[in-house]
């Protein structure tokens, strides 16, 4: 069965450094998703991207995070200049033309800032 | 703003009983509306979906959605200790993002 896959698993940074994170969505999807859940709350939309550009933003989103398409199977996320509070799993979803409305979830990448 | 409320728990349900979840949203023209169940440290995974008003049922789940009380819920028939984990209720925004409630903490005792 097709999945979302997200790399790496974990990451740990230092504040203020950039990091990337990855996701291969499921292949003939057309619509991608970011999430984040800080620990112990609740999962937070952030963008969602369809067509080689940003549908839907969240506040949190700001300029500090970035999203990109590189080529026709990734789908990834930066942190400029991370922050502690930036500490959370971050999920990628996908979705299919046909079926907009059911998001399969990756395993999500747990990012923690020292 | 879109919420959706739900009660955090932790809900606690003796092994083979139903558990009952529900969740309430502000939004009065949603229309879409998810329960997923997430394990800790794990991503959500989609038990189900419903549009419309009623019941859907798939195998021991039954989804229920009542618009003009603006309610969503979740009954989980023969409880069994692995269904033990927080279960997210979400909403589908205008732009396909997804709203959820915080979860309720489901503990399924044998």
């Known amino acids: 069965e097709p999945e979302v896959t997200q790399t790496p698993s974990h990451q740990v940074t230092q504040m203020g450094q950039e990091v990337i994170l990855r996701c291969v969505p499921i292949s003939n999807h057309l619509y991608f998703y970011w999430y984040r859940q800080i620990l112990g709350q609740k999962v937070e939309f952030l963008v969602s991207f369809y067509n080689n550009e940003i549908s839907e933003k969240s506040e949190i989103f700001d300029d500090q995070f970035s999203v990109e398409r590189p080529d026709g199977s990734n789908f990834t996320l930066k942190i400029r200049s991370t922050k502690l509070e930036d500490s959370a799993m971050y999920f990628c979803?996908?979705?299919?033309?046909?079926?907009?409305?059911?998001?399969?979830f990756g395993p999500g990448t747990r990012l923690t800032v020292l | 703003q879109k919420e959706v409320e739900q009660n955090s728990g932790p809900l606690s349900v003796p092994e083979g009983a139903i558990a009952s979840l529900n969740c309430t949203y502000s939004?009065?023209?949603?229309?879409?509306f998810f329960w997923y169940r997430q394990y800790s440290g794990k991503s959500p995974e989609l038990i189900m979906s419903i549009y419309s008003n009623g019941d859907k049922e798939d195998g021991r789940f039954t989804a229920q959605l009542n618009k003009a009380s603006q309610y969503v819920s979740l009954l989980i028939r023969d409880s069994q200790p692995s269904d033990s984990a927080t279960y997210l209720c979400?909403?589908?925004?205008?732009?396909?993002?997804?709203?959820w409630g915080a979860g309720t903490k489901l503990i399924i005792k044998p």
């Open positions: 979803a996908s979705s299919d033309l046909g079926e907009t409305d059911t998001q399969y």
């Open positions: 979400a909403e589908l925004g205008s732009n396909y993002q997804l709203i």
């Open positions: 939004d009065r023209v949603s229309q879409s």
